[in-house]
């Protein structure tokens, strides 16, 4: 956020009442380009203009101009009328050329022109000099924690700092800076100056010189200047220094890697196209340069390369795995390897003992401490030790899981076997619906039902049937449904229009335009005679010739056929009757009874109901009395801990209870302000 103010003050004169128009006139000059901010500020967020002017007017508080005003006011009375004639002059001389200039580029121009140094000239004085420097500082809500309480700016592109009272705390004379520590811990900045890299504390004063050409960022502990560590490039080469500028490691390598390659307690180095490691506490090469590469974010351990091949280290450096493979990958959680050699697959154990031949085309996961495997263009499973317990024989394992069964495919068609291998059902199928028995089985495009002993017990004639297996499976033949058993008997006709799982195992069925409903056992809990039928947890509500019933499925409990309407909502329900709504609870006892007027109603919550008429939505109380009037479009529907969703036109926004605003959400503009919508004019 730009932000102008005022600095160097520099001249000749001895007339203090120039001196005091001269600081009046250019004050004017600085705020006429803060005025001209504000101006596009404004139009781009009316509320950050606002916070601006009330920062604005806190820092005048310990501005020199706002003293120097104070100063002249109290000193030269003579000359009041006269000053508060000049300044208004100059506002009126500078401020229409901006504020209502129509073209934006003059009026960029302008701004451009003034940047930097302001001159003001009056005979009798000489020539007074100041310069406005034009600020630009980090959003308004950067953390001030992550520089110890500072927040920085830019001046002229040189970068500097201020404190939580916006008192310029060190000087903008840097070219770049980096915080350099842990957020609650920035309390050393890394700053560029001259174009060479050093480290100043957040008083200003100088931790590490100003002579390094790259520095990374600060590791160990910066509160023990000796105990910290900083990776320093001077003269081409790399180092590491502590926080007393002290060497720890001599400028000799061409890269160094830390904390943020997580190799523990080691930092990774290259000298020569080679790669090593540099202990952590003394700097000292802990493992010599010999490496061509090493990878040491690697799922717990340390991949090492010699040559083309690869192999595994512990945090402590120590080889685990030899370097003799072509790949590795580890697996931590199973603390075990694939690997690859001489373009063969196999695995080993986090020692580098083998634990499945290296021998196959394709190793798979680690599953159940068995896996899937790939041997000329065959597929089966081996166990921890190596033995098949599939044979490699298939064509395809899709999905392996590490189950009691498993799906198969051979020359096209579908089987599935046991854990073991022995053969559950046939490779026959097109496809199979699911990964063990029951199961439905495609051939040609019609399916047949396979038991949970994997035996097909009905023919392969059904267009759809379903994968939801209960007591009773609903079956599809030209566009009709009827029902089997787990046996494979088809136990009613084939009637039905369409068939609705409730999650219990029972069905809503339609035929004919009329609904009823079937328990898990094909028992009629309510016959072919309703209009509409739909399930609320496990209510059961009907409409039968515009009037609505329920039923409550576990007690059979159940009320006719007398609503208009009926809603449900968990454990009771709106009811309305003679166009006024109430509400119910489940065994059809009157909570409320029917005495509100509305198009819809919501269930009450902390006391309050949702109700829409004609459109617009609004609460009630259980008197009925209007608490929030009816204006909204859209509401949550409820209140939770005194708070609420509204919406009006495309804005949205969280209400209390006495439907003041409690947090706004813009979209375009600003249409909720001050605890009230307001309109969009």
Not at 184 to 212: R, S
Not at 303 to 314: E, I, P, Q
Not at 354 to 364: A, C, L, R
């Amino acid at each position: 956020m730009p932000l102008a103010l005022v600095k160097n003050i520099t001249g000749a004169g001895n007339y203090e009442e120039c001196l005091i128009l001269n600081f009046i006139h250019i004050k004017m000059m600085a705020f006429i380009m803060r005025v001209h901010e504000l101006i596009d500020l404004s139009v781009e967020s009316p509320g950050k203009a606002r916070f601006e002017m009330m920062r604005i007017r806190r820092m005048g508080e310990n501005n020199f101009l706002y003293k120097i005003r104070l100063y002249a006011i109290s000193k030269l009375d003579k000359n009041r009328g006269f000053l508060y004639f000049f300044v208004i002059f100059l506002f009126f001389l500078f401020l229409p050329n901006l504020i209502f200039a129509q073209d934006n580029n003059k009026r960029d121009d302008y701004y451009s022109r003034h940047k930097g140094t302001l001159t003001s000239e009056f005979p009798e004085c000489g020539k007074r000099v100041l310069t406005v420097q034009i600020l630009n500082t980090y959003p308004d809500d950067y953390p001030y924690d992550w520089y110890g309480g500072l927040k920085p700016f830019t001046a002229y592109g040189k970068w500097g700092f201020y404190d939580t009272a916006w008192n310029e705390a060190i000087p903008p004379i840097y070219d770049k800076i980096i915080e350099t520590a842990y957020p609650i811990e920035f309390t050393l900045i890394q700053a560029k100056l001259k174009n060479k890299w050093g480290i100043i504390d957040i008083k200003g004063t100088t931790v590490i010189p100003f002579i390094y050409d790259t520095l990374s960022y600060i590791y160990g502990n910066i509160t023990n200047p000796g105990l910290g560590r900083v990776f320093a490039k001077a003269n081409g080469k790399w180092g590491l220094i502590n926080l007393m500028d002290e060497t720890i490691s001599p400028f000799k390598y061409d890269s160094i890697a830390g904390a943020g390659d997580n190799c523990g307690n080691f930092y990774k180095f290259s000298l020569g196209g080679k790669f090593g490691f540099l202990s952590v506490e003394t700097g000292l090469e802990a493992f010599p340069p010999i490496f061509d590469a090493l990878w040491c974010s690697y799922n717990g351990r340390i991949k090492v390369m010699l040559g083309k091949k690869v192999g595994l280290m512990d945090r402590n450096l120590k080889i685990l795995i030899p370097i003799k493979y072509d790949e590795i990958v580890y697996d931590m959680d199973l603390q075990n390897a694939k690997v690859k050699l001489n373009g063969k697959w196999g695995r080993v154990d986090a020692g580098g003992a083998e634990i499945i031949p290296i021998k196959y085309d394709e190793v798979d996961k680690w599953v159940n401490k068995k896996v899937k495997v790939k041997l000329n263009g065959k597929y089966g499973v081996v166990d921890s030790k190596g033995k098949e317990l599939i044979p490699i024989i298939y064509d395809d394992i899709p999905e392996y899981s590490g189950g009691l069964f498993t799906k198969v495919k051979i020359k096209g068609k579908f089987g599935m076997v046991d854990s073991m291998g022995q053969e559950i059902i046939p490779p026959i199928y097109d496809y199979l619906s699911g990964s063990h028995p029951p199961i439905a089985g495609e051939i040609n495009g019609k399916w047949a039902y396979i038991n949970k002993n994997g035996k097909q017990v009905t023919p392969v004639r059904y267009d759809r049937l379903s994968f939801e297996w209960n007591a009773i499976i609903p079956v599809e033949i030209n566009n009709k449904w009827a029902f089997i058993n787990s046996r494979g008997k088809e136990v009613s006709a084939f009637i039905y229009d369409d068939v609705k799982m409730h999650n219990e195992g029972s069905y809503i069925v339609k035929a004919n335009g009329k609904y009823g409903f079937f328990d898990s056992t094909n028992n009629t809990i309510i016959p072919l005679i309703y209009d509409n039928i739909h399930l609320c947890q496990d209510l059961l509500i009907f409409n039968k010739k515009g009037r609505w019933g329920f039923m409550l499925l576990k007690s059979k409990i159940s009320v006719k056929p007398k609503y208009q309407e009926a809603m449900c909502f968990g454990t009771e329900l709106a009811v309305q009757i003679n166009g006024m709504w109430g509400f119910i609870d489940k065994m059809g006892k009157i909570i409320i009874r029917p005495k509100y007027k509305y198009d819809e109603i919501r269930p009450f919550r902390e006391g309050l109901a949702a109700v829409k008429k004609k459109g617009k939505w609004g609460y009630i109380n259980k008197d009925g009395k209007i608490i929030i009037p009816l204006r909204y479009d859209e509401t949550t529907g409820y209140f939770s801990d005194g708070q609420t969703g509204v919406r009006i036109g495309n804005m949205w926004g969280v209400i209390g209870k006495n439907g003041k605003i409690i947090v706004q959400i813009d979209n375009d503009s600003d249409p909720i302000q001050d605890g009230e919508f307001q309109d969009d004019e």
